[in-house]
């Protein structure tokens, strides 16, 4: 379990929202709000679960994100390794006619992504549409490949090129040569699979990832002062504190100092804007 401080940030920003809207629940927001998303494509990210950096900011540009869906292969793609793969997949995600699969029993794992190897669980599907692995089998390919066991993933190599027999002739994993993928091309994807499974994120990971990060820029959209005053307190005497109060000023938020009569304990959003805390 990860402890998240965007969590708390969340949680106080629900806590100022409810001061003048008793009701508002954040389980029920839209999950498909345009404005949001809107926001996101312009780069407008500060605050926002995973999506503050610079480089992030610039894929969100190029991608104009529609959906969580979208969220959740930002989080997975931006990491070494799969980084690479960025500017393909953005290609691919605006031209569905440039998606290209190496084999076609590829495109069932590989549909939702635009031909590219995104999550830990494409690469067991993988394993199964391509070369008949069971699931447990596959499984120990895709831990194999993230810790980077070299014995074990050439003992797979073969296993998922030329299957396994019994003694007997009985075919216990057909592999994928036996189900009409041809050596080369079959070697090529165990290379790609094997090149980034070592750093894929499994996709249950990711989507709750992209769903603080939905959510964090739904309150940033839709309730500014609410959501830059729990994030300022949220990092009090740090560095990011003064940047975040650069910030709400960029945002046209006045960041107002302590008052006895309007202050909480941190910073508090009101009508005039964010109130130092005292």
């Not at 508002?24 to 503050?52: H, N, Y």
């Not at 940033?220 to 650069?246: L, Q, T």
């Amino acid at each position: 379990f990860l402890g998240l401080r965007n969590l708390t940030v969340i949680q106080d920003t629900v806590n100022h929202i409810r001061r003048h809207q008793p009701n508002f629940d954040i389980e029920k927001i839209p999950e498909d709000d345009p404005a949001v998303f809107a926001m996101l494509s312009r780069g407008e990210t500060d605050g926002v679960f995973q999506l503050e950096s610079g480089g992030v900011r610039n894929v969100l540009i190029r991608l104009k994100p529609t959906s969580i869906e979208d969220l959740t292969a930002v989080t997975s793609l931006y990491r070494p390794g799969p980084m690479e793969s960025i500017p393909r997949y953005i290609e691919c995600r605006h031209h569905p006619e440039k998606v290209h699969y190496r084999h076609p029993l590829l495109e069932p794992a590989l549909r939702s992504t635009y031909g590219v190897i995104v999550y830990q669980e494409q690469v067991t599907r993988i394993c199964r549409d391509l070369a008949g692995y069971s699931y447990g089998q596959a499984d120990l390919v895709r831990r194999a490949m993230a810790k980077k066991k070299r014995d074990v993933m050439d003992a797979e190599r073969k296993r998922f090129l030329y299957g396994i027999t019994s003694p007997d002739g009985k075919v216990l994993c057909p592999g994928a040569i036996r189900n009409g993928v041809d050596e080369e091309t079959a070697t090529a994807i165990f290379d790609e699979m094997e090149s980034f499974a070592s750093y894929a994120f499994n996709k249950s990971h990711a989507a709750a990832y992209a769903l603080i990060a939905y959510r964090t820029a739904y309150l940033r959209c839709h309730y500014p002062k609410e959501f830059m005053a729990a994030n300022i307190s949220s990092v009090m005497g740090y560095d990011k504190a003064v940047e975040y109060i650069s910030v709400c000023r960029n945002m046209g938020i006045s960041v107002l100092p302590p008052d006895v009569n309007q202050s909480r304990l941190s910073f508090t959003p009101t009508e005039e804007g964010i109130r130092f805390g005292l």
